[in-house]
Nanobody
Framework: QVQLVESGGGLVQAGGSLRLSCAAS????????MAWYRQAPGNQRELVAS???????NYADSAKGRFTISRDNARNTVYLQMNSLKPEDTAVYYC?????????WGQGTQVTVSS
């Protein structure tokens, strides 16, 4: 069984930065993809960025140039460095891991960007 624990959310002013972390525990296979999604009130959950175990990355257009996803495979941890934050980045951010066709979600961490 895999568990994901996110941390690093909080309240920040527009233009500021936050770094989210997500630590995975349990049975983690070498080949997997980890990603960050977000969900704002009234909106669907959307992909922010993803990274494979080989460190190939993919970003939503809204994240390109401002957010950086990275991972530490030895620690089974994925990070999301968010810079130049905007009020529209306000959402609950969820970490997810996909391996062998199975997806696990974290509990989410709130990010609030004030104008």
């Amino acid at each position: 069984q895999v568990q994901l624990v996110e941390s690093g959310g909080g309240l920040v002013q527009a233009g500021g930065s936050l770094r989210l972390s997500c630590a995975a525990s349990g049975t983690i296979f070498k080949v997997n993809t980890m990603a960050w999604y977000r969900q704002a009130p009234g909106n669907q959950r959307e992909l922010v960025a993803s990274i494979t175990s080989g460190s190939s990355t993919n970003y939503a257009d809204s994240a390109k140039g401002r957010f950086t996803i990275s991972r530490d495979n030895a620690r089974n941890t994925v990070y999301l460095q968010m810079n130049s934050l905007k009020p529209e980045d306000t959402a609950v951010y969820y970490c997810t891991l996909v391996q062998l066709g199975s997806r696990v979600w974290g509990q989410g961490t709130q990010v609030t960007v004030s104008s």
